[in-house]
Nanobody, 128 residues
Framework: VQLQASGGGLVQPGGSLRLTCLAS????????VGWFRQAPGKEREFVAA????????YYDDSVEGRFTLSRDNFKNTVYLEMTALKPEDTAVYYC??????????????????????WGQGTLVTVSS
């Protein structure tokens, strides 16, 4: 199983970036996907998650209204569109996959310990 996070970079405050998480080696439609981030000197924190069906999406309050999460199960890909970026959004962003049983089409987890597989992370730096 492999999760490849990409799309990070340096952006000015107020700018936008789109992160991509490409999954392989798993039946992608059986997994909820979450994004987490870790800033220097801080613990990893939840950003957003989407259920395996795409019907359930949840955002942390700190990104609600600025970030948009979507998934394409045909392409085994999840996208995190980030707008109105702030310096406090600077962090390494990780995507993770959580296996969800058949009955949990809209289930998603907020706790990083619930996730089974992790990508390598992509650095987002918001600075002028």
């Amino acid at each position: 199983v492999q999760l490849q996070a990409s799309g990070g970079g340096l952006v000015q405050p107020g700018g936008s970036l789109r992160l991509t998480c490409l999954a392989s080696g798993l039946t992608f439609s059986n997994y909820a996907v979450g994004w987490f981030r870790q800033a220097p000197g801080k613990e990893r924190e939840f950003v957003a998650a989407v259920s395996k069906s795409g019907g359930g999406i949840y955002y942390d309050d700190s990104v609600e209204g600025r970030f948009t999460l979507s998934r394409d199960n045909f392409k085994n890909t999840v996208y995190l569109e980030m707008t109105a970026l702030k310096p406090e959004d600077t962090a390494v962003y990780y995507c993770a996959a959580d296996y969800v049983p058949t009955s949990g089409s809209n289930y998603l987890a907020l706790d990083s310990h619930d996730y089974d597989y992790w990508g390598q992370g992509t650095l987002v730096t918001v600075s002028s």
